[in-house]
């Protein structure tokens, strides 16, 4: 039988550069997804902001790492100063003449405030509560929340997301760039077979859908990630290589160490887990020896977002009868 999932692995030789008509160097749109793929996937995981929707407005807002704001502010989302900014500014004429945009000392923090930007604007506070893997959900609330002022502005975020497969990096794949690529049209990673309606597993009052099945385990999905229950013999390892994720990524999206051991019946998420809760329950009641870490497995939720959601460190005990907000 078939993996069920295919990472792409092919990291073509890209001619990163063209010149221009003043003899600078332009970013062809291929070589800034290759370039800035990374530290798309990489906010994805801290802010829960699908990497498809950060690179594909990096790319429009941007003109592909080559508008002025991008050249001379490593302004990469467009972000103008508002009230709250304290940070260096640029005059650049956009809706009207001379308005004051955000300047930054490197991409790395363009993207980061970006991500900050959405997290803690009450307009964008709705997305947050979309599947992980949305990303129309997500560019169609962007233009409704009024991130932009182009009326096409959702339309133009899917094309880019859909002519490139950006898609991908949502579900912890890579993205397949060839030297001067046209936009691909063909997935390159067979789908997981879809579950009838009836493979539901109801869980303490909150489902999970049986998504899958390759020849090693049973794939679930639950708050938009999917997981796998460990059997006997089951290592991080194993788990990694059947399903083709590294095990670094695998430590990280279920927020253990390097050193940790599985055991028989644990949840191993092989996609990142979601930001807050999104299968309609907002308050769990903690049992005897649960723990921070184990509530946010159960419902598929970062543990750092777990622990900020609830003021406390990812350390803190939990005792039986607490009240864990989840959202």
């Given at each position: 039988m078939?993996?069920?999932?295919?990472?792409v692995?092919?990291?073509?030789?890209?001619?990163?550069?063209?010149?221009?008509?003043?003899?600078?160097?332009?970013?062809?749109?291929?070589?800034?997804?290759?370039?800035?793929?990374?530290?798309?996937?990489?906010?994805?995981?801290?802010?829960?902001?699908?990497?498809?929707?950060?690179?594909?407005?990096?790319?429009?807002?941007?003109?592909?790492g080559?508008?002025?704001?991008?050249?001379?502010?490593?302004?990469?989302?467009g972000?103008k100063c508002?009230?709250?900014?304290?940070?260096?500014?640029?005059?650049h004429?956009?809706?009207?003449?001379?308005?004051?945009?955000?300047?930054?000392?490197?991409?790395?923090?363009?993207?980061?405030?970006?991500?900050?930007?959405?997290?803690?604007?009450?307009?964008?506070?709705?997305?947050?509560?979309?599947?992980?893997?949305?990303y129309k959900?997500?560019?169609h609330?962007?233009?409704?929340?009024?991130?932009?002022t182009n009326?096409?502005?959702?339309?133009?975020?899917i094309k880019i997301?859909?002519?490139?497969?950006?898609f991908?990096l949502?579900?912890?794949?890579?993205?397949?760039?060839?030297?001067?690529?046209?936009?691909?049209?063909e997935?390159?990673?067979?789908?997981?077979p879809s579950?009838?309606?009836a493979?539901?597993?109801?869980?303490?009052?909150?489902?999970?859908?049986?998504?899958?099945?390759n020849?090693?385990?049973?794939?679930?999905?639950?708050?938009?990630?999917?997981?796998?229950?460990?059997?006997?013999g089951?290592?991080?390892?194993?788990?990694?290589?059947?399903?083709?994720?590294?095990?670094?990524?695998?430590?990280?999206?279920?927020?253990l160490?390097?050193?940790?051991?599985?055991k028989?019946?644990?949840?191993?998420?092989?996609?990142?887990?979601?930001?807050r809760?999104?299968?309609?329950?907002?308050?769990?009641?903690a049992?005897?020896?649960?723990?921070?870490?184990?509530?946010?497995?159960?419902?598929?939720?970062?543990?750092?977002?777990?622990?900020?959601i609830?003021?406390?460190s990812?350390?803190?005990?939990?005792?039986?009868?607490?009240?864990?907000?989840?959202?």
């Open positions: 078939k993996n069920l999932r295919q990472i692995l092919t990291f073509a030789l890209l001619a990163v550069t063209t010149a221009s008509a003043e003899g600078q160097q332009k970013l062809t749109r291929e070589a800034y997804i290759l370039k800035y793929k990374p530290l798309a996937v990489e906010q994805m995981d801290i802010y829960g902001i699908p990497a498809s929707i950060k690179l594909a407005q990096a790319l429009f807002e941007s003109d592909n080559n508008s002025r704001l991008a050249r001379e502010a490593n302004n990469h989302f972000i508002k009230s709250n900014w304290t940070g260096q500014t640029i005059s004429t956009d809706d009207a003449p001379d308005e004051c945009f955000r300047k930054y000392p490197s991409v790395e923090e363009s993207y980061r405030d970006h991500s900050e930007f959405l997290d803690k604007s009450a307009r964008y506070q709705d997305l947050f509560k979309l599947d992980p893997t949305d959900g997500w560019a609330g962007l233009q409704k929340a009024g991130y932009a009326p096409q502005y959702a339309q133009q975020l997301i859909e002519d490139y497969q950006l991908l949502d579900e912890g794949q890579d993205v397949r760039i060839a030297e001067n690529a046209a936009p691909v049209e997935p390159v990673a067979e789908p997981i579950a009838s309606p493979d539901m597993v109801d869980v303490d009052n909150y489902s999970v859908s049986i998504q899958g099945r020849g090693g385990h049973t794939v679930y999905r639950n708050n938009g990630s999917l997981f796998i229950v460990v059997r006997d089951d290592k991080l390892e194993s788990v990694a290589s059947e399903f083709r994720v590294s095990p670094k990524k695998l430590v990280k999206y279920n927020d160490d390097i050193h940790s051991n599985v028989t019946g644990d949840m191993i998420y092989i996609r990142p887990k979601a930001k809760s999104s299968n309609g329950k907002m308050i769990h009641v049992r005897d020896g649960e723990t921070l870490h184990s509530i946010s497995q159960m419902y598929g939720i970062r543990l750092k977002s777990l622990c900020n609830n003021r406390r990812r350390d803190s005990q939990v005792t039986e009868g607490q009240q864990i907000r989840l959202m």
